[in-house]
């Protein structure tokens, strides 16, 4: 066996749980595996004979990768908002949809919600201390800060992930089975069920690009929308028969609906759940907007 094949095999020991680091930072299967990639390649580069400790100069590796990953994506993300229209704005790299949902649901979907709102030095800090117990002083490098300032950053994502722990209307397994049942009805027209999914108080709003495709779409039966819509019985109005092809999403990390033909987002709805029941709804489909909200569609 040449040095180069006991390399890969070695490698091979610890993929999945690069995999796992690389998921739980990134939140994406299809960038997971960009950064699994990239870490073996730069092994590939690198002297075996100098690597004393491969998995902890693995972690470190996957880490920078992700980091860069993150940073590279917030970056791109401010430069294109309001520049190009959507279909030059792609979401978070998919892989396989099914390992997307089960790698989601291991981890938890209110986990996810909360990472992507920490910066990527927090969200690193956190996944690398908190979930795989890397002290800070190995932390540090990786994220250019003093072990003090890496504690500090930690710190910072545990208190938000703890707020979402103690939230239990955060149950992304419920969320999703009421955005399902919801989807569901809609497409069948099933008024009683939408009813019965609706909170009596429920606010449906829509940006003006979704009451517009409403509108032309009224003459061929579709419901139209109106800015806002208040009230159980008029949002399953709306609704009723509505919804075709739409697909449950991670919308900005959180659950929601994607109408995505032929793979590019034209219409986003983002729900809030309190009780089982939808409290508030929202229509987007205006192109800038599309862009930032990035959904990752999850089948």
């Not at 992700?66 to 190009?84: I, P, Q, V, Y």
């Not at 003459?219 to 139209?224: D, V």
Request: overall charge negative; aromatic content about 6%.
């Amino acid at each position: 066996m040449t040095d180069q094949e006991w390399l890969a095999v070695q490698f091979e020991t610890q993929r999945a749980r690069l995999e796992s680091v690389a998921f739980r930072m990134l939140g994406s299967t299809g960038e997971a595996d960009d950064a699994v990639q990239e870490a073996w390649l730069r092994l590939s580069r690198t002297d075996a004979a100098a690597v004393q400790n491969l998995g902890g100069w693995l972690t470190t590796v996957i880490a920078r990768v992700c980091l860069d990953m993150l940073r590279s994506r917030k970056s791109r993300r401010e430069e294109t908002f309001g520049n190009a229209p959507p279909e030059s704005v792609e979401p978070h790299s998919v892989g396989n949809p099914e390992q997307e949902v089960e790698m989601a649901d291991a981890v938890g979907l209110a986990l996810l919600v909360v990472l992507e709102t920490l910066s990527p030095a927090e969200r690193v800090a956190f996944v690398l201390h908190d979930m795989f117990d890397l002290p800070f002083d190995e932390i540090a490098p990786i994220v250019g800060r003093e072990p003090a300032a890496a504690r500090q950053l930690a710190s910072r994502a545990r208190r938000r992930v703890r707020g979402v722990e103690q939230d239990p209307d955060a149950d992304s397994s419920g969320q999703r089975r009421v955005v399902e049942a919801f989807l569901a009805a809609s497409r069948e027209g099933n008024f009683e069920e939408l009813l019965a999914l609706l909170d009596p108080d429920v606010v449906l709003r829509a940006d003006a690009a979704a009451v517009a495709g409403a509108r032309a779409n009224a003459a061929a039966g579709a419901p139209p929308f109106e800015p806002e819509i208040r009230g159980a019985r008029a949002v399953a109005t709306a609704f009723a028969g509505r919804a075709q092809g739409a697909q449950v999403a991670l919308v900005e990390g959180k659950i929601g609906a994607a109408w995505a033909p032929g793979g590019t987002p034209r219409a986003v709805f983002r729900f809030e759940i309190a009780g089982g029941r939808v409290v508030a709804l929202e229509v987007i489909a205006d192109g800038d907007r599309l862009a930032e909200v990035a959904p990752v569609v999850l089948g």
